[in-house]
C-alpha cells in the first residue's frame, strides 16, 4: 500500500510539473467587474456572437511592477494579445509566458463588453530580454484607456471607452495668477478654454456682397384733434377775456434767407476782425522784442569797443608783457614811416 501510495504521489508531481511547463503566462483576473458565466451554454452563445466590444486590459510587468493599459476587442486571444504586447516591448513573443497555448480569449477570463482586468506578464529569459517600457514613465505618452459611463436619458446609461492622453511638454501659461514666492502657476479657466461655438442658423450673415444701410431717424407728431366752440342755443361762452389779434408783416422766404445771409456775414466779419487783432497784436510783440534784443546788442558792442580802447591805452601807458612793447614799437615805426 507504500509503495502504491509513493507512486500516485509521483505521478501528480509530474503532471503538475508538465502542466507548469506547458504554461507561458501567468494570468490573473483579480480586478474584472463582473464574475465570469456560471452556464456553459451562455459561454457558448457569447462565443458565437462576434465580439467586437473593447475592454480596458492592465498589464502588469513583472517583476519592475510597471503598468501598460491598452484596449484590445474581448473577442482577441491571448495568442494575439501576446504578439502586440511583444511588439510594445520590443521583444520576441516567444519569451512572454503565455497561458493555454493561445486559446483562451478575453472573454473566458471573465470580462465584459467595456469591462477591465488585469494581468501579470514575466519574461522566461529575464537576462536577456527583460520586461520594461522602451521610454521612461516620465517621457512615456502612451494613452491612458479608461471607460466612462454617460446616461443621455432618464433611464438610459450607455458606456463609451475614452482614451486620454497627456502632453509631454508643460502646458503654457495663456493667463490667470503666478505667486512671486512659490512661482505656483494658477491658470484662468476663461483664458485657457476655447469659447464655445456658437451653432449655424444657415443664413449667411457676413459676406463680402452685402450692403450696410444707414438707418435715418424721423419725428412724426400724432395727429391731434381742434375744435372750436361757439355760443350757441342753451349755451352761453363769455367774451370778457377775449384778445382781437393782428396778424404782422407777412416776410417771404427770399427776405428770409437774405435776413440769414447778413447775419452770417456779420458774424464772419466780427470774427475774421478778432483773428486780425490777435495776429497784429503777436506781431507788434514780436517787433518790440526784436528791437529790445537789437538795443542790447549795440550797447553790448559799444561797451566791448570801450573797453578794449581802455585795455589797449592802459598798455601803452603801462607796458608789462612783450606784447606791450611790441605794439609800441609797431606803432612807433607807423608814425616814422606814414607811407
Not at 510587468?61 to 484596449?71: D, N, S
Amino acid at each position: 500500500m507504500s509503495e502504491q501510495t509513493q507512486t500516485q504521489e509521483q505521478s501528480v508531481k509530474e503532471e503538475d510539473e508538465e502542466e507548469e511547463n506547458t504554461d507561458n503566462i501567468q494570468v490573473h483576473g483579480q480586478d474584472t467587474e463582473n464574475e465570469p458565466p456560471e452556464d456553459d451554454k451562455e459561454l457558448e452563445r457569447q462565443r458565437e456572437e462576434p465580439q467586437e466590444d473593447p475592454a480596458t486590459v492592465k498589464v502588469v510587468l513583472v517583476p519592475e511592477g510597471h503598468v501598460m493599459t491598452v484596449a484590445f476587442a474581448i473577442g482577441l486571444s491571448i495568442q494575439e494579445l501576446k504578439c502586440h504586447l511583444a511588439s510594445e516591448l520590443r521583444v520576441p513573443a516567444e519569451v512572454l509566458q503565455i497561458s493555454l497555448d493561445g486559446k483562451s480569449i478575453l472573454m473566458e477570463l471573465g470580462v465584459r463588453p467595456h469591462g477591465s482586468t488585469r494581468i501579470e506578464m514575466s519574461s522566461i529569459d529575464p537576462n536577456t530580454h527583460p520586461l520594461r517600457p522602451v521610454r521612461p514613465p516620465e517621457q512615456d505618452n502612451m494613452p491612458d484607456v479608461i471607460t466612462v459611463r454617460v446616461q443621455p436619458g432618464l433611464n438610459m446609461s450607455i458606456s463609451v471607452l475614452t482614451v486620454s492622453s497627456a502632453p509631454p511638454q508643460q502646458k503654457a501659461f495663456l493667463g490667470g495668477y503666478r505667486h512671486r514666492l512659490t512661482n505656483a502657476e494658477y491658470h484662468h479657466a476663461t483664458t485657457q478654454t476655447l469659447p464655445r461655438r456658437r451653432p449655424d442658423k444657415g443664413v449667411i450673415i457676413f459676406n463680402r456682397e452685402t450692403q450696410t444701410v444707414k438707418t435715418l431717424e424721423k419725428s412724426q407728431a400724432t395727429p391731434c384733434s381742434a375744435s372750436t366752440q361757439t355760443s350757441g342755443i342753451g349755451c352761453y361762452i363769455s367774451c370778457m377775456n377775449d384778445k382781437l389779434v393782428t396778424p404782422g408783416r407777412y416776410m417771404t422766404a427770399a427776405e428770409y434767407h437774405d435776413r440769414r445771409l447778413k447775419a452770417v456775414i456779420y458774424l464772419q466779419t466780427c470774427t475774421r476782425r478778432w483773428l486780425a487783432q490777435q495776429k497784429v497784436e503777436c506781431i507788434k510783440r514780436e517787433r518790440d522784442r526784436r528791437l529790445a534784443w537789437l538795443e542790447m546788442r549795440e550797447r553790448q558792442r559799444l561797451e566791448e569797443k570801450k573797453e578794449q580802447m581802455r585795455d589797449r591805452r592802459q598798455r601803452f601807458w603801462n607796458p608789462q608783457k612783450r606784447e606791450d612793447f611790441n605794439l609800441m614799437y609797431q606803432a612807433l615805426e607807423n608814425k616814422n614811416n606814414p607811407g
